[in-house]
Nanobody, 116 residues
């Protein structure tokens, strides 16, 4: 079965960096685009970044463009989100997602808190 497991979240000061990882299993990872989403308290879940199956194409929300970088290692079945120059507004639970067949599969999320 499809499984996505995020890791790498934590508490960081404004201006700091974190690298999130999402380990995938149960499907042919290299065939699928992957996405990172986030959900802050009281807000809707929003798309943060996406990457094509080969890693050749990436896209970002305007709010993170220039600060976040999505990448993937198809040999390790893992997608990453490098987050730099973090702001308090980046505080959220971060999720990775894959659309496999007609369904969206989500990980359990990892909490990122940006605070001094």
């Amino acid at each position: 079965q499809v499984q996505l497991v995020e890791s790498g979240g934590g508490l960081v000061q404004p201006g700091g960096s974190l690298r999130l990882s999402c380990a995938a299993s149960g499907f042919t990872f290299s065939n699928y685009a992957m996405n990172w989403y986030r959900q802050a308290p009281g807000k809707e879940r929003e798309l943060v970044a996406g990457i094509s199956s080969t890693g050749g194409d990436t896209s970002y929300a305007d709010s993170v463009k220039g600060r976040f970088t999505i990448s993937r290692n198809n040999a390790k079945n893992t997608v990453y989100l490098q987050m730099n120059t973090l702001k308090p507004d980046d505080t959220a639970v971060y999720y990775c997602k894959v659309r496999w067949g007609r369904l969206d599969y989500w990980g359990q999320g990892t909490q990122v808190t940006v605070s001094s």
